[in-house]
């Protein structure tokens, strides 16, 4: 008997003999081709779920066993169970009718370059652990880059590169850390409390995460305010401001990220004169376009990136509006080497002659985790299946569709346009104006409260009518709150959506709209 | 023209409708089943390709165009340049010949449970953006840790819970926030230069670059010495030592982390007593079982994690050694209310009324990213297609591989065995003694450095048979240095690997030690 106990085990030697391999090339096929027509059959009646799944929370134990299967169940019982207890479960993300949030906008070469990916199941952490992977993601970044006219000081040409994280959160981690070590590096280590991070009242919630994951003090994060009269983008102004307040008191300003297309409202910051100020006082910028970023392949919306050409690194996340699916966010730096000296690790165990060569790119050292998926994969599909002019035609027809909708709620006086729409999603809501005709006399409306009256019906009114639609089940949408007003979001970009989606949503919209309203008379 | 520049687009508004949509569902079967059946053949033929690849650097940019292609190309022209371009540059993982560093061992449910979740497509971050995908995963979590005989304080009915990360860097990095900022949350947020992390020399470098990212001074990381005649376990003397001298400096130990089947040896770390002593100085104790937690599901392996009932968290990766494909970190918490604290944001655009409710689970407070991939069904499929007896016949069945090859050495003189076997991998060398007897008289031996020279030779010895074995492309092994020892690493566990694959590595193993043994006489 060995002292672990597993001597019994010896008689069951050949165990595996006897069964088939669980990665048996005709049982992949089988099983493969089974799973490719079940989800197949599940686009071809995605329609027929409701897109916000109903069920309540608690839904899944109820139907499930308490324990792990002590034996093999068949693929077919599986299925079953993902159509009978899963689907129902699912928010379809998939569907036309998903207007919410941003979208994820998956498509054929996505999915088959995820497969690809998941088939090799390679762990490209350096080059030489799979150099496809690391060689295909360098090409494919600066093909991307080149179709987004970054500046080449931004691609592997121009001694910037670009590299593949899994979200928009890791992206702004990586480069922060990045930021705050080159900073720290030369006031010492200690002065970690001093450092600043500005964002706006309109910045992804991504980046006060990574602050508080990198140490920075919840007190040294800034939130600029934003108005609606400048459209809810960061005001160099107000930045300047405070960047002159907190060296006045001793602090050290280290990093701001502007966005192009932020998450309530789709907001633009004016990138010029914000990385104008960066650079006067040493601080890193990071231009997050998580959204917006891959309408700039249309030379008609490259306008919005302007000025990135003085910002430090650059991000979009291709999983949202770029036919590739969840995860894949496009993160370039300028130098690479501050990724480098913050993130790179260097045990003997990984040691290779390929990286002690200094001749190629060992990923593990741009971004957080060691072990990294073969992303490059689905772009490079994506960017040949479609190709660029079908690409920038794609995008151009969300923001077509977006129009579409834009008219339609100028041409209806109950609603009003929040702010002036950029890309392809629409922020707008039932008007006070509407709300209050449709009102009679309220117990507690006086002279005096009238206005916060209004304003607070308002948003109640609106968020009435988003659960009313959501509660259909024809179509999600998702809402935002700026400058204290209730907007609902009209996100459009998911792949399967096309234009009589947008004319059944807007009709479902009058009809809740409808309703409501009278429900006030 | 308004202000966007897209005016003239308005012509081409029903651009979509003379092409076919990017997930039309049966231009989806079409690309689907071409692709199965790619795969399929990918793995039935994967013997014929060089394990490691044979590449040199920057092979690739030589055979791809500069730029994106500016129209669509047919999956068939792809697929063709994929097995042309990409299969050369790739390092088999799935390869039945795949020794080196862990396994990465995929199987068919995994890859089943990976395109579902690809087609489904959902962004998961909280219960109500997709239920299932949260439920599921609670449940799984559940289910697994029952599977390990966690203790209920993990689980979820215990007030404990499980959470998939992507991958060990990422659980590692997010207890790790929890734990500083529990303490910070104590003795306030400037003291961040005072923690004290504590790791082993043979600790994964992820817990080093996890500090270096949360803000702990270089300094503070403390790498405690092993020793060979402790099979490089961390030594709880040498913890408790460290721990008062950092008290006595006035430093604050703050987070150690214990390994169950470290990189280099898969070394295993007595989890009582530095759970014990962690306790005493209240300590947050992460356990890293990245590799071979998977083999605790064995009832005669169990014992290896005995005493993480004491620990704070635990992780092992899906990804290695339990046919789940990259990337599938398993973590669980006693307390998720602390990475929480941490971890969560509430902005209002992702309010809702099941977070309102505190009747879910939002798995985005426990992670470092916003959006999350419904990783849980792949888990889900490995459970339930193989269900758990065939799970531990199968990781059994690699356990035997590795005594089997452990045998092969005991019985070949030339070689030694560095550490004892704990698991699926095997550290040997070919001894010093075989290469002194090898060798003659060299010009630089003196008798006062021989020992010197012996070790020096001895490693280069079996740093040349590595190389020899790896560029055959037959067989691909990786290496450690510990304790200033070469050591050639052979880990068990990639899926397709059977009885075979075994006797002929070690029969190509024993033809190149011929060689080099020889080619020194």
């Known amino acids: 008997m060995d002292s672990f106990g597993d001597h019994e085990l010896v008689t069951n030697h050949n165990i595996s003999s006897n069964t088939t391999n669980l990665l048996d090339p005709e049982e992949f096929r089988r099983q493969g081709h089974m799973i490719i027509d079940f989800i197949a059959d599940y686009y071809k009646n995605i329609e027929n779920y409701p897109v916000l799944s109903q069920v309540e929370p608690g839904y899944l134990r109820k139907r499930l066993p308490k324990s792990a299967p002590f034996q093999p169940e068949p693929i077919e019982t599986i299925l079953n169970d993902v159509q009978d207890h899963i689907i129902p479960g699912i928010t379809h993300w998939q569907s036309p009718n998903h207007f919410a949030y941003f979208p994820s906008s998956g498509s054929v070469a996505g999915f088959i370059g995820e497969m690809l990916a998941t088939g090799f199941n390679v762990i490209g952490f350096n080059w030489m652990s799979s150099p496809a992977a690391t060689e295909l993601e360098c090409i494919v970044m600066d093909w991307l880059g080149e179709m987004l006219s970054l500046p080449e000081s931004f691609l592997f040409s121009g001694k910037g590169g670009g590299v593949l994280q899994g979200t928009t959160c890791e992206a702004v981690l990586c480069t922060l850390v990045a930021a705050r070590d080159r ?79 932020t998450t309530s409202t789709t907001a633009v910051d004016p990138l010029a004169p914000l990385c104008r100020i960066a650079k006067e006082y040493g601080m890193w910028v990071h231009v997050d376009a998580a959204y917006a970023g891959s309408l ?31 995860d894949c966010c496009c993160l370039w730096v300028k130098k690479p080497s501050s990724l480098i000296k913050s993130l790179s690790t260097n045990p003997e165990y990984l040691r290779n002659k390929a990286t002690d060569s200094n001749k190629v790119v060992d990923y593990k050292d741009w971004q957080m985790a060691l072990s990294r998926r073969f992303r490059a994969l689905k772009l490079w599909l994506v960017l040949r299946s479609y190709g660029v002019e079908r690409l920038r035609e794609l995008l151009r027809f969300h923001v077509e569709l977006a129009k579409t909708f834009h008219k339609f709620l100028e041409g209806d006086k109950r609603f009003e346009i929040v ?33 916060k009256w209004l304003v607070e019906r308002t948003n109640e009114v609106n968020a009435k009518l988003m659960d009313a639609i959501n509660a259909t089940g024809r179509v999600w949408m998702t809402h935002a709150v700026v400058g204290g007003i209730f907007v609902l979001r009209f996100a459009v970009g998911t792949t399967l959506t096309e234009e009589p989606h947008v004319v059944a949503a807007w009709d479902l919209i009058k009809e809740h709209a409808d309703d409501i309203l009278n429900a006030y008379v």
């Open 183 to 261: 900073v720290l590096h030369k006031i010492g280590v200690d002065k970690i409390g001093k450092l600043i991070v500005y964002s706006s009242d309109q910045t992804h919630c991504a980046l006060k995460k990574a602050s508080q994951i990198a140490g920075i003090h919840t007190e040294n994060f800034r939130v600029l305010r934003t108005t609606k009269s400048s459209s809810f983008s960061m005001s160099p102004d107000i930045l300047r401001q405070a960047i002159r307040n907190d060296i006045e008191r001793g602090l050290i300003p280290m990093y701001v990220m502007a966005t192009i297309g």
């Open 296 to 326: 700039c392949i249309c030379p008609e919306f490259r306008h919005f990136i302007d000025g990135v050409e003085d910002a430090d690194s650059f991000s979009f996340n291709a999983h949202k509006w770029f036919f590739t699916t969840l």
């Open 419 to 451: 702010v002036p729409r950029n890309f392809s999603t629409v922020c707008f809501r039932i008007s006070p104006s509407s709300v209050e005709s449709s009102t009679v006399d309220d117990q507690n409306k006086s002279e005096n409260n009238k206005e």
